[in-house]
């Protein structure tokens, strides 16, 4: 069952990454973030309501650190979406496996003793060719974007993927000491919608128009049932299926990136996105094999 949630969650926020980059024409990233976390507020306190389930938390640092990341992940994956093919967009930020494969490399070169002789170097070998493959893919996905003058943007999309690795640990915290997936993914909104106030503060606000602004309903309500599953999916662990499948939305953001929007992924594109997701799926295997309990993705 774990399974069907990670699908249903990876189909959820690629559908809500088609809503915002049309909504990107009108709403820049501060204001998307602010009404996708408004918008998701009302709707778990409504569920919560409805189940009986109380918003107050034995855990607020936690909430405060998970919803820090997080928003600071969405904002960067927003403003990626908004200047870049989705396809593009959609993949940058699921290299988060081989973020987190990366830190792990780096921690045990930096820990390594060599008195201790190079075997336990060479254990971190298979785990760093993960690491390296992934970032041939995202080359070569970029070559492409490079050419049409959107580096900037395909770094901030690199970026979206790094702060992910981050939120998607603290998800998995917060599953093993009981908060439940309406909580959490409340306190995610709570802090979008915050976090995209000040944003707004500090910006210029677009004016409002109301023929688009129906495209934030579907952003908020997308981004909450995502939320929703990917919490209940990875509520009892990771196993290696859930955190695989997760890759699934990269399949659905390339469907909806050539029929939506005609975006032409050329070869190169797509042997990135493809190096992308062996380099992810390997890595999580072999986290897996070291460490059974894991972490794997998150939007």
Known sequence: MQALWMLAAS????????????????????????????????????????????????????????????????????HAIAGLPLATAMTLNYMSSVW???????????????????APALQQGPLALTVLAGFLGVVLMLRPTMAQHQVFAGLVGLLSGLLSAFAYLQVMALGKVGEPEAR?????????????????????????????????????LFASLGQWCMTRAYSQGATLVVANL???????????????????IPLLGWAGMALICASGIAATVLRARAAPDAPGEEH
Not at 102 to 112: C, E, R, S
Not at 185 to 208: D, E, K, R
Not at 250 to 264: C, E, K, N, R
């Open 246 to 264: 997760q890759y699934s939305g990269i399949v659905f953001g390339a469907l909806y990136s050539l029929l939506l929007f005609g975006d032409a």
């Open 100 to 118: 987190i494969a990366a830190f792990l490399v780096g921690g045990a070169l930096v820990a390594w003793n060599p008195r201790a002789g190079m």
């Open 11 to 78: 189909l959820f926020f690629a559908t809500m990454a088609v809503c915002v980059k049309i909504a990107s024409d009108w709403f820049n990233a501060s204001e998307l973030v602010f009404y996708r976390g408004l918008i998701g507020m009302l709707l778990m306190w409504l569920w919560c309501r409805s189940q009986g389930t109380t918003l107050a938390t034995a855990y607020p640092g936690m909430h405060a650190w998970r919803s820090l990341v997080g928003v600071l992940s969405l904002g960067t994956w927003f």
């Open 184 to 220: 959490t993914v409340f306190y995610f909104a709570l802090g979008s919608a915050v976090a995209g106030g000040v944003g707004m503060a500090a910006t210029v606000i677009s004016p409002w128009d109301w023929r688009h602004a129906p495209w934030l309903l579907p952003i908020g």
